[in-house]
């Protein structure tokens, strides 16, 4: 939103600093994104007076003017070409040494062998119209000498406000200047139209579904689409070019003049934040306007020239045969204010948000009127709009209002009142506000504040649909005392009760563990490319490189290796904790999310040192399963690392049921020659709850400590040996762990003799040899009896 500084001005009746209002917008109520000058480019140009026009002795186009610069000094001759200039006039006066816009810088110099000192301007010279035949005659006071954009009142700024959605009241002046009086102890008062005489209109005519104003029936067919829905009559207008006044307003916030009716209703929109639109009562079939919802394929040519085709969904503005306007988005070029029209018809409506964003979605069409609607106007204060908007009309177009407006509403509102307790003000904000300073900030920006039964009945202004609740109440107090007010140290707080859901806490457990394992973590958009059959593909892409969800995790994080390979890093340790997707398999065709957890490794294994000669290794694929197995004890425990198969180099992450949850093996990328191989896994993340670690005291009893050498049949693993032996010995084998493998002489082909370490313990008694000798038979026994393993002889 663009906000002109002398708008602001004009509406608080004091002058203000453009960066002292950014600063107090930004710290109370809408960011500011920048602060643009206006016009300052005229700074060198002055008001000058012509005292003598005459003949150029040499050149018959051209008159040399003697022009009173002002300060006290002597009056200078200036050469000029154009027919208009005139003794005793005011015209802008560049003197030598101006820059004008486009930077050039005005010399002494000799035209036909007469020496101009400086130029007299036109408007196109000066930035500020297209007209280059005359020079720019000024109707002012002011006196020679003075600067040009001080005369004229141009000099400005533009404060750009990025305005959120919930607050449509900063979308106008008057909501930024309440805010910014609000600030400075400064009411806010509507200036003064030039020109204009006091109108003595009656109230508007107050109806529910339909009426007439003026001999032009008016009916609301759509109450739900246009729930208010005023119009009135204005005869005998005089359609021309605005009055430089209001061009310059609506100037000063990027908008075009077109003439004084459109311009009217353009400044009210930018004033008050209400759309109007205007209509040429002569092109109104009937005449009749017809609040209706559109019928399926009717079509309509809005003001860009384009044929637009409606739906039922659509709340056309019609005449008694068809659609003139699609309601507050845009209207048709049939109905519009031309330089014939004489009676004007003009719209002041509130129209359902919703629809208007649908429509305007649905069109492809946006406007400043549709930017409004759908954020939500103030219904209630309508007729004060549409007041303001007949008196500036009937001052700069002339005109005569003959009948009362009419005003369609079916369910009148009343503003809402919302019952604030001081007390929890100061519980929610943490510090003590007394009652008489709450009221004091609420009453700064509109709100009607009145004690009851020891709380505060707050009325809420129509422009405010976003204050709803108490706490919204809470919060504008907050923000109008100014957030840098409170204290920033952390006070003493009950803590919550209700523990962090599941997959959060996993999330959390995750994180931890791959971080302390020195890998980043990385935020990867989850769009892109198609990665399979079943990829969700995204109904309004943003581009054909990110066309669908992702299945998958890797690929993200692959490319972001890639972007740290082009930009020189080779030793890079990537992970993410993020949501995949795929297509549904039920009925209602949703897609399945889950969470996932994925890794990529490239580059040397750990940090080099200076004090090492060589040079460090790479990460290998023993270091991939490494930290694979990492992320499952946390990410998915109880599973059990397998070897992939299919010819796959990797392994498989598989739980219980047989279900593969994760893999991981070296990935595929567009390397660079320098770099090192790249690995990466990926495995589904469980909420389950770990199990909690019990204490266990140390044992009393010695242990007894074996070591047993086995001979493996091909296809047997030392975890299916493991689990036989625990199952058969039972609890008082304390500890198993293999270190080390043979293959070779006095080993079958095929075959190998893995070893391993045996703990054995009972923790209420000393154990014999006999009882271990004992417990490994039985267990020898088993495992040739199950799985074909031997115990090696020699």
Not at 124 to 144: F, N, Q, S, V, Y
Not at 306 to 324: F, Q
Not at 636 to 645: D, I, K, L, N
């Amino acid at each position: 939103m663009i906000i002109s500084r002398r708008w602001l001005e004009a509406l608080l009746d004091l002058p203000l600093d453009a960066r002292d209002v950014a600063d107090r917008l930004t710290l109370h109520a809408a960011a500011v994104d920048t602060v643009v000058p206006l016009h300052q480019d005229l700074a060198d140009v002055l008001i000058g007076r012509v005292l003598e026009v005459r003949k150029h002795p040499d050149a018959d186009r051209l008159s040399l003017c003697l022009v009173d610069r002002g300060g006290g000094a002597a009056p200078v001759e200036v050469v000029c070409g154009a027919p208009n200039v005139q003794a005793g006039k005011t015209y802008p006066y560049a003197p030598v040494g101006a820059v004008l816009p486009g930077g050039l810088k005005l010399e002494r110099k000799k035209i036909r062998g007469v020496e101009s000192n400086g130029m007299l301007c036109s408007a196109k010279e000066l930035g500020l119209g297209a007209d280059h035949a005359g020079i720019l005659e000024l109707d002012t006071t002011a006196a020679p000498g003075t600067r040009f954009i001080d005369a004229m009142g141009i000099a400005d700024h533009q404060i750009v406000i990025d305005v959120p959605a919930n607050r449509p009241d900063l979308l106008c002046h008057k909501g930024v200047a309440r805010e910014v009086g609000a600030s400075l102890g400064a009411p806010v008062k509507l200036p003064p139209i030039p020109g204009a005489t006091p109108l003595s209109v009656s109230p508007p005519v107050r109806q529910s579904a339909r009426g007439v104003v003026d001999g032009v029936e008016v009916r609301l067919e759509d109450p739900e689409g246009a729930p208010r829905y005023m119009i009135a009559v204005i005869r005998g207008v005089r359609v021309e070019k605005s009055p430089a006044w209001l061009a310059q307003r609506l100037a000063a916030v990027g908008q075009r003049p077109i003439n004084n009716v459109v311009d009217a209703t353009n400044y009210i929109l930018f004033e008050l934040n209400q759309p109007l639109h205007g209509f040429d009562l002569a092109q109104l079939r009937g005449p009749a306007v017809v609040v209706r919802r559109a019928r399926p394929g009717e079509q309509i040519v809005t003001l860009d020239g384009v044929t637009r085709t409606l739906t039922a969904d659509m709340t056309a503005i019609c005449d008694a045969e068809h659609p003139t306007i699609v309601a507050g988005v845009m209207g048709s070029a049939e109905s519009e204010v031309s330089a014939t029209t004489k009676d004007l018809v003009l719209e002041c409506a509130y129209f359902q948000p919703t629809r208007i964003r649908r429509t305007r979605r649905a069109l492809e069409l946006s406007s400043e009127s549709s930017y409004r609607f759908e954020r939500g106007i103030d219904m209630l204060g309508m007729p004060d709009a549409l007041r303001r908007a007949i008196e500036l009309i009937v001052a700069v177009a002339g005109g005569e209002v003959r009948a009362p407006a009419l005003d369609l509403w079916p369910e009148p509102q009343q503003e809402r009142t919302i019952f604030l307790r001081p007390e929890r003000v100061s519980r929610l904000l943490g510090v003590t506000l007394e009652r008489p300073e709450t009221e004091r900030l609420l009453t700064s920006v509109g709100f009607f504040v009145a004690p009851k039964d020891g709380r505060l009945a707050v009325q809420v202004p129509g422009w405010r649909p976003d204050v709803t609740r108490e706490v919204d109440l809470v919060e504008e107090v907050a923000r109008l005392k100014g957030y840098d007010a409170f204290p920033d140290e952390l006070r003493a707080y009950r803590p919550g009760t209700v523990p962090d859901a599941p997959e959060e806490r996993a999330r959390a457990r995750v994180r931890e563990q791959l971080a302390r394992a020195g890998l980043l973590e990385a935020r990867t958009v989850p769009l892109g490319p198609p990665d399979g059959p079943d990829a969700v593909p995204i109904l309004n892409p943003l581009s054909a490189e990110e066309s669908y969800l992702r299945r998958r995790l890797e690929p993200g994080l692959v490319r972001r290796i890639e972007y740290n390979w082009a930009n020189r890093n080779r030793d890079i340790r990537l992970f993410e904790v993020g949501t995949v997707f795929r297509k549904g398999t039920g009925s209602t065709g949703a897609p399945e999310e889950w969470t996932a957890v994925a890794g990529v490794l490239t580059g040397a294994r750990r940090p080099p040192h200076w004090s090492e000669g060589a040079k460090v290794p790479d990460m290998d694929i023993w270091d991939l399963k490494y930290h694979f197995e990492l992320a499952l004890r946390v990410a998915a425990p109880g599973c059990t690392v397998e070897p992939a198969t299919g010819g796959e180099v990797g392994w498989v992450a598989v739980q219980r049921g047989g279900e593969v949850v994760g893999r991981a093996g070296p990935l595929e990328a567009d390397a660079p020659v320098w770099a090192g191989p790249l690995f990466g896994f990926e495995v589904r993340l469980s909420a389950a709850e770990r199990t909690l670690v019990a204490y266990r005291p140390l044992p009393l009893q010695p242990p007894v400590e074996r070591d047993l050498a086995l001979v493996l049949p091909p296809g047997v693993t030392a975890a299916q040996v493991a689990d036989v032996l625990r199952q058969t010995v039972g609890p008082l084998l304390e500890r198993l762990e293999v270190f080390d493998e043979y293959r070779g002489p006095g080993i079958p082909a095929g075959q190998r003799s893995v070893a391993w370490h045996c703990t054995f313990r009972d923790p209420e008694r000393t154990l014999r040899e006999r009882d271990v000798d004992a417990l490994l038979a039985r267990g020898l026994e088993a495992l040739e009896g199950e799985l074909g393993v031997r115990r090696r002889e020699s």
